[in-house]
């Protein structure tokens, strides 16, 4: 393919990607990934750590806003990050020696079954914008992982405190190892573990998931660019894309972020995960 | 009280950074992310006006990466005026900006005088660097 159309369709890709992403919650990588091996012909471990790259730009893209907002948590994300860091590294880890070993099928074949994982998860989540509030556990008291916000919505301060700190920790060290070793956000399970055990109200729990997302990534974007599996010249548009996708989605059509464009969107990340699944065993 | 009934749960004692601690990490992410997109675009239009006749094949089989990734190489590259060193500064402040919005928050609950909150942060911040900085080309 010319130099000139393979990067404008890397970055008109990437731009659906961020767009479709940021509306769905799911992140540009679970469609970046998939697209970059099946349609660009990159190798597995190049395209994950391109996913990094989307997930970066995503990630800081909209990010700001939530900061800005004070809906992200800092205390909150930074305590959990002392499990997810440590997940990723070792996620990066294992993907750069699967790849040494020659066993980039199994990757694909890991890569499809989890991006099938991601869809009942996406659709698992409550929904409940307020959480019943649950006791405090000792070690969330002894950090103070207590917070409030102002809901726009509901029109009133929200304060908020994090329960179940334990299986909260021991996600996040699940969660920050799928993210490392896929190159995949992995905002499902981080979500999921906000608001299921440190029960923090949605908007909290989505805000701070970013925010974690970000850092994570960060983690195993810098095992796999250290490591040489970051291709700049493949980078680069999609980063671009990527964050001009996500920063429309975020900015022009905030009223789509539903379940239906979820129902649209998850076939999709399904058929892909199935051309992973089969790729992986060599089928055509 | 029943089994049935609710603990009664006093209302939390809300803990917050100060205000401009979220000013500094909202510009932390907008910088970073600006100047990497900047640096990566610039980059990109260049090797494409370059390199015009380069298929997709020759992109994918060569990484320029492994050529910048120590701190001299890229030094190097930079001085030359290497398209590929440039991108690869690109990628390295996008990788860098969430490491820096550790470092900020790593300076403000420092500040404001949390001592575990300090230590979870630094902790973090030296797990990231290792990866970049040993893991990463170690396992090269």
Known sequence: MDLVLFVVLLILVAIAAGLVGSLTGLGGGVVVIPLLIIFFGASVPIAIGTGFVTILATSSATGAAYVRDRLSDIRIGMFLEIATVPGALVGATVTVFLTHANLESALLIALGVVLFAIIPGSLARRHIELPAPQPQDARSKMLGLTGEYHDEVLDQDVAYRAARTTPALGVMLGAGAVSGMFGIGGGVFKVLALERFLNLPMKVSTATSNFMIGVTAAAGAGVMLAAGYVNPILAAPVAVGTASGAFLGSRLLPGLRNRTVRLLFLPVIAALAIEMVLRGFGLP | ?140
């Not at chain 2, 205000?19 to 932390?28: G, I, N, P, Q």
């Not at chain 2, 402040?93 to 609950?109: E, K």
């Not at chain 2, 909150?117 to 973090?124: D, E, L, N, P, S």
């Open chain 2, 1 to 140: 009280m029943t089994p049935d009934e609710p603990a009664v749960i006093e209302p939390p004692r809300v803990h917050r950074l100060p205000d401009e601690a979220y000013t500094r990490m909202t510009l932390v992410l907008r910088l970073g992310l600006g100047i990497s997109l900047a640096v990566l675009l610039g980059g990109l239009v260049a090797y494409v006006l370059a390199y015009p006749g380069t298929s997709s094949q020759s992109v994918l089989a060569h990484n320029p990466i492994l050529s910048y990734l120590s701190l001299s190489g890229l030094g190097a590259g930079l001085a030359a005026g290497s398209i590929g060193a440039v991108l690869t500064l690109g990628l390295i402040v996008l990788v860098a900006t969430p490491i820096v919005r550790v470092v900020s928050g790593l300076y403000y609950f420092r500040k404001v005088g949390e001592r575990a909150m300090t230590a979870i942060t630094f902790t973090v911040l030296v797990l990231l660097l290792l990866g970049l900085l040993v893991i990463g080309p170690h396992i090269r």
